[in-house]
T-cell receptor, first 112, second 114 residues
């Protein structure tokens, strides 16, 4: 079946790195995504990784994919207060044209 | 990047009334759009896939007669919550794929049924 799991809460100090973890079950997923949701707002695509990659870096964001363990992580370097939000991991079995299966979201709180 | 809008952003209605939510792709065409529902502190749950020119595909457990979906054009999909009840209060979000590997999400509509 399809299931995506995330820890619900993460608290970090401003300037530190944040690591948000996600596990998924559908090994056929071709794309894996990280979305950010700020209070009262819609989802913003942060980054995505194709399943044949094991790492992708985009400025302060680093995505690591362990396909064997079906584990995905998002690392935010030099975390800022503006990074406080809910981060959703999502998988898509057939790419962007298909439905996305979301995790419950990890609430990131950044404190001084 | 591509933009998806939703209207209204917030709606409050009385129990028993129907509410229509619009989802528009502003600078690209979308033959498919998706409707999600988000409960407080919960994940987004896919409700249905809206298909331009044909019937929507509903996920298991979603009432077709309750949540009417119409994809009238390549840039517009509407979700109508019929005979709304307080348990229908939620955050409704639409998305539209643009390209092979990306979906763009609308800002969401918060529905409160009194």
């Amino acid at each position: 079946g399809e299931d995506v799991e995330q820890s619900l809460f993460l608290s970090v100090r401003e300037g530190d790195s944040s690591v948000i973890n996600c596990t998924y079950t559908d090994s056929s997923s071709t794309y894996l995504y990280w979305y950010k949701q700020e209070p009262g707002a819609g989802l913003q695509l942060l980054t995505y990784i194709f399943s044949n990659m094991d790492m992708k870096q985009d400025q302060r964001l680093t995505v690591l994919l362990n396909k064997k363990d079906k584990h995905l992580s998002l690392r935010i370097a030099d975390t800022q207060t503006g990074d406080s939000a809910i981060y959703f991991c999502a998988e898509s079995p057939s790419g962007g044209y298909n439905k996305l299966i979301f995790g419950a979201g990890t609430r990131l709180a950044v404190h001084p | 990047g591509a933009v998806v809008s939703q209207h209204p952003s917030r709606v409050i209605c009385k129990s028993g009334t129907s509410v229509k939510i619009e989802c528009r792709s502003l600078d690209f065409q979308a033959t498919t759009m998706f409707w999600y529902r988000q409960f407080p502190k919960k994940s987004l749950m896919l409700m249905a896939t809206s298909n331009e020119g044909s019937k929507a595909t509903y996920e298991q457990g979603v009432e077709k007669d309750k949540f009417l979906i119409n994809h009238a054009s390549l840039t517009l999909s509407t979700l109508t919550v019929t005979s709304a009840h307080p348990e229908d209060s939620s955050f409704y979000i639409c998305s539209a794929p643009s390209g092979i590997d990306e979906q763009f999400f609308g800002p969401g509509t918060r529905l409160t049924v009194l």
